[in-house]
């Protein structure tokens, strides 16, 4: 097989606008395949209710890498990890989880009676440019079912793919018996010390040719840590080291993205992946060659150079254009959400116990539970949540009276007057897991609502998708305390990327001519959320902001012209910390 030079980009993270100018770059830097994997959870939304246009268009993705000289690699999970919400996994199933139970299985092979024909029609073996297929992803990190992944094996030839099938693991032992398929190649994924982890494979799968499947050029980061970057000499040195090994390689990632929306996934710590609650940041910039933004970095150029001693360079391309001038967005109309229920909830929901985000039919977003606290009870007990996920303002008649935390602030003390008092919880979903034994975990309160032992019953519950802000009622004399919305006007002579701030605010979600961008939270690193220009357009521009904890004195953002995201830490240090 020859030597496939290929990087990594999500066209669901990058808006299809922009996907000529990102794959363009791609192809210059001397790459001639491009990677992707497939959401299944933004792909079937709910069951049977399928998705294929927009930041779905996989096939226009396909189109457009041709376009480009470009072959492409897909893997279609049903898992993809990614850092993305649960792994790909749509939150509505049942469980058990990637494996041969029929529970799993059923609603894969409807997925993939429809997605795996829209990928075999592009394949090189049709004259397109699909060139390999991945049969599951990393499942040596999850579970070891050998009969599982011959169903999906046996599926995706069923279904009329007919290219190179593969898997891709960690180089170990334990991966590599778990996740591999008699007859099938297999792949390894690493950052670094390539000569080591291809000997691993090998001493496997001896007559499998090296490929670094998820060659980890950069990192991804979490909420309250820093931001990872990698050395451009560093990383170009391990990329030049895997192809004079005779190897093949895909860049993860080479085109950085953003995890838009609800779509960031998480993490949980500790050596065996189920720790405490990690939640990853909006950016999916990865500290990539061509990053979130499209910008060439110094590791774009150090990559083509070492990419040039093993294949012929296309010319060399042009850097991004400006981005807007710095400017202010003054944010002036206020709306709080407790007011705005009517428009906002997908029905209120009465319940004896309270229910999870999965059982509501809501797979994220935010949720408000309301009951009453019987009275009086003169001493101070602790309310707290069993099954926090993942955050929840507490608000006592109408007043704020703590946040609550997964894995972080599990109580707030409450006492209350002869009649009893209101409670109100605002919940909040942070992204679900998206490796390990805790990928499929629900959302929102899991084990109920105890005053000291007493657990709480008589709910009213309003779920609220946040899917579309538009039956906003501005103008509506609003009082209500807790998370608000505020509103303002970009006003832009001329449409470009930019890029926003939110000093002062604390913690909430941003929308930009009704597309939401994502989470922002002071905690950091990340400070900007980019922005894309075919977002934009002359003249005024709606930025509406839920701020969830406090608003500034100042309701302003600020549009700056380059992207923030955070003090930052090495590659090699982070690697340090997990050894």
């Known amino acids: 097989m020859t030597t496939v030079l290929s990087g990594a980009m999500h066209y669901f993270r990058t808006l299809p606008q922009q996907w000529p100018d990102r794959l363009g770059k791609l192809r210059a830097m001397g790459l001639d395949t491009v990677e992707t994997y497939v959401p299944w959870n933004l792909h079937e939304p709910r069951p049977g209710e399928f998705v294929f246009d927009g930041l779905a268009d996989l096939e226009g993705f396909l189109l457009a890498a041709a376009e480009a000289d470009l072959r492409a690699i897909v893997r279609p999970g049903p898992y993809i990890c990614a850092e993305w919400e649960n792994g790909g996994l749509p939150a509505w199933l049942p469980g058990p989880l990637r494996c041969h139970d029929p529970r799993f299985l059923e609603p894969v092979d409807r997925f993939f009676d429809e997605l795996i024909p829209r990928i075999a029609r592009h394949q090189v073996t049709r004259g397109g440019n699909v060139c390999m297929v991945q049969v599951e992803n990393e499942y040596g990190s999850y579970g070891s079912d050998p009969a599982y992944l011959r169903h999906l094996a046996d599926g995706l030839t069923a279904r009329g793919i007919d290219v190179p099938l593969f898997t891709s693991d960690g180089a170990s032992d334990l991966m590599l018996t778990g996740g591999t398929v008699p007859g099938i190649r297999a792949t390894a994924n690493f950052g670094r ?6 000997a691993e494979l090998a001493r496997h799968r001896p007559g499998d040719e090296p490929f670094c499947m998820e060659f980890w050029n950069g990192w991804f980061d979490h909420w309250g840590d820093q931001h990872t970057t990698r050395d451009a000499a560093d990383a170009a040195a391990t990329l030049e080291e895997i192809l004079s090994l005779g190897g093949s390689v895909n860049l993860y990632m080479a085109v950085g993205g953003t995890n838009f929306g609800f779509t960031a996934g998480a993490n949980a710590g500790g050596p065996h992946a189920d ?15 061509i990053s979130e933004s499209g910008a060439l970095t110094p590791k774009f150029w150090a990559y083509r150079e070492v990419l040039g001693r093993h294949t012929d360079l296309p010319p060399a391309p042009a850097d991004r254009p400006s981005t807007l001038p710095r400017g202010r967005v003054e944010l002036t109309e206020r709306l709080a959400l407790l007011d705005c229920l009517d428009v906002l909830s997908s029905g209120t929901v009465r319940s004896a116990a309270t229910r999870t985000f999965e059982e509501l039919g809501q797979p994220y977003g935010l949720a408000v539970y309301r009951t009453r606290v019987p009275g009086p009870r003169g001493e101070e007990l602790p309310l707290r949540v069993k099954g926090l996920h993942d955050r929840a303002h507490v608000l006592v008649d109408g007043l704020p009276v703590g946040v609550l935390e997964r894995d972080r602030v599990t109580s707030v003390p409450l006492k209350t007057g002869p009649e009893g008092a209101e409670l ?44 579309d802000l538009s039956p906003l009622p501005w103008g509506r004399a609003t009082s209500a305390a807790g998370p608000s919305f505020h509103r303002g006007v970009l006003h832009v002579e001329e449409v470009r990327d930019g890029f926003l701030a939110l000093p002062g605010w604390v913690k909430g979600h941003v929308w930009v001519n009704g597309f939401h961008l994502g989470r922002y939270w002071d905690r950091g690193p990340q400070v900007t959320l980019y922005v894309p220009g075919p977002l934009l357009r002359e003249g005024g521009n709606e930025i509406v902001v839920l701020e969830l904890d406090a608003v500034p004195g100042e309701p302003v953002a600020e549009i700056r012209p380059e992207p923030d995201l955070g003090p930052s830490r090495t590659y090699d240090s982070w690697f340090a910390e997990e050894d």
């Open 193 to 198: 010390r390539a000569a080591e982890q291809f």
């Open 275 to 289: 720790g405490a609650y990690e939640p990853t940041v909006t950016s999916y910039d990865y500290d990539a060659p």
């Open 424 to 467: 109100t919880l605002v919940v909040e979903a942070m992204g679900r897991v998206n490796y390990g034994p805790l990928t499929g975990e629900r959302k929102g309160i899991l084990d109920g609502v105890l005053h000291e032992r007493q657990y709480l019953f008589g709910w009213e519950i309003d779920p609220l998708p946040l899917s």
